[in-house]
């Protein structure tokens, strides 16, 4: 593991108290930055975050999770500290997929497990189906896996999508909005209302870049314009079962669904899909970004669920691999 932690780069952070390090994998147009947690030859788990947020999202959670996983969480491209996509390319998630298999490949990681936030958790859902023999066990955090949208929808959505990416492309000379920090963490509140002070000023540590005169946001805003890569509730049901990962779903009392009631339908029929394949629903108090607001409300149940699912699998495999010999 330390081998390949180094093809990727792996460096050592300043937060060594939390024994955290920081990683840089080099892709066509510039590197995907992350952190990692946990020892070197731990059992792999790959964390991805939400849209809009980075891999500080993870910064509560991880310490309590179990310590004998490796955690890679990953800046997905244009979040955090992670190179944005060339000009002229829109932002989705199948190439969000493509990022992941990059991810992978660098860490040469055959089996491993993905715990997912939000968007990450769609992302996670969609690697899933399409690599099921490398994925062991899913988290989902506040996400059944898939947001579906209508038949009728989608070429609006497509058209308005790329709209959207001319427009900016004509106003793309103008200069970023300058924050003081202060101001930059009532911005990042007001647009995600479901984040404490405390979890913003979190994400603000990867999410700020210093320029002349104060602080902007360092994500891509093109990330701001509609997602082109929507797929409907039918490809979403044809896509979990393709899914051989034991799938754990955390959702929030008021969290996805409760913000965006439209989705409450064909949420339902997602969750009756991942009940039909004996995977594992919860729903606990709290809103859409619970793991970052109360880590202690989510921890145990991710972390019975990766010791049952994967570490005492993993262990009875050693064992019986040791009685052979």
């Not at 590197?31 to 731990?42: E, F, N």
């Not at 002229?88 to 860490?107: E, H, K, N, Q, T």
């Amino acid at each position: 593991m330390i081998r390949l932690l180094n093809s990727a780069r792996h460096l050592h952070s300043s937060t060594t108290r939390q024994a955290v390090s920081e990683l840089s994998i080099p892709v066509p147009w510039g590197d995907i930055r992350g952190q990692v947690w946990g020892p070197a030859h731990g059992y792999p788990v790959l964390c991805l975050h939400g849209w809009s947020d980075n891999c500080g999202t993870f910064k509560n959670l991880i310490p309590l999770l179990p310590k004998e996983c490796r955690y890679v969480a990953v800046d997905l491209p244009g979040h955090g500290r992670s190179s944005h996509r060339p000009p002229g390319v829109l932002y989705s998630f199948p190439l969000y997929v493509m990022d992941v298999r990059r991810v992978i490949d660098a860490l040469q990681w055959n089996k491993f497990s993905i715990l997912g936030h939000s968007m990450g958790g769609n992302v996670g859902t969609m690697f899933s189906s399409l690599y099921p023999e490398m994925v062991d066990s899913l988290v989902l955090l506040d996400t059944g896996g898939f947001l579906p949208f209508e038949e009728k929808e989608i070429p609006g959505i497509m058209k308005r999508g790329f709209e959207e990416m001319l427009q900016f492309e004509k106003q793309a000379k103008e200069k970023l909005k300058v924050y003081t920090y202060e101001k930059s963490v009532e911005r990042l509140i007001a647009a995600n209302p479901s984040l404490s002070e405390q979890s913003a000023q979190t994400l603000l540590e990867r999410g700020l870049s210093q320029v002349e005169g104060g602080l902007v946001f360092s994500r891509d805003f093109r990330i701001n314009l509609t997602n082109v890569g929507r797929i409907t509730l039918g490809q979403s049901l044809v896509m979990l079962s393709k899914i051989q990962a034991s799938v754990l779903v955390v959702l929030a009392e008021d969290g996805l669904v409760k913000q965006y009631p439209r989705f409450e339908k064909s949420y339902s029929a997602l969750l009756q899909a991942h009940l039909d394949r004996n995977h594992k629903v919860v729903t606990v108090p709290g809103d859409h970004h619970i793991h970052l607001n109360k880590a202690e409300a989510v921890a145990p149940l991710v972390s019975d669920f990766l010791q049952n699912k994967v570490l005492s699998q993993s262990a009875d495999q050693t064992n019986q691999q040791t009685s052979k010999l």
